[in-house]
């Protein structure tokens, strides 16, 4: 499923709902994995991985068309952790 739309009408379908109604289910997920990442949780979802934040310090870099060092600030980035269930369904 390569968009939002694609992906809305197919777990509609899976779930036998409206699309409408898949589209906010969906959504509602996503926001509440947000928040709870953001406020320092995790979310985990047995049989498919777990939601957390990941987190990296400031550091040297360079730009590559001067090769002039910068520094690149810190970040945050939402991680998932693929758990074995799923990791071995991928495999098969």
Do not use: C, H, Y
């Amino acid at each position: 499923m390569a968009n939002k739309a694609e992906t809305i009408k197919a777990v509609a379908a899976q779930a036998d709902v409206t699309a409408g109604d898949a589209e906010k289910t969906l959504s509602a997920f996503f926001d509440l994995v947000a928040a709870e990442v953001k406020a320092g949780g995790k979310v985990t979802w047995p049989g498919f991985g777990s939601f957390s934040m990941s987190e990296r310090g400031a550091r040297m870099g360079r730009n590559p068309q001067t090769g002039e060092s910068i520094e690149i600030g810190p970040s945050r980035s939402l991680k998932l952790a693929t758990a074995a269930a799923m990791k071995k369904q991928l495999m098969s």
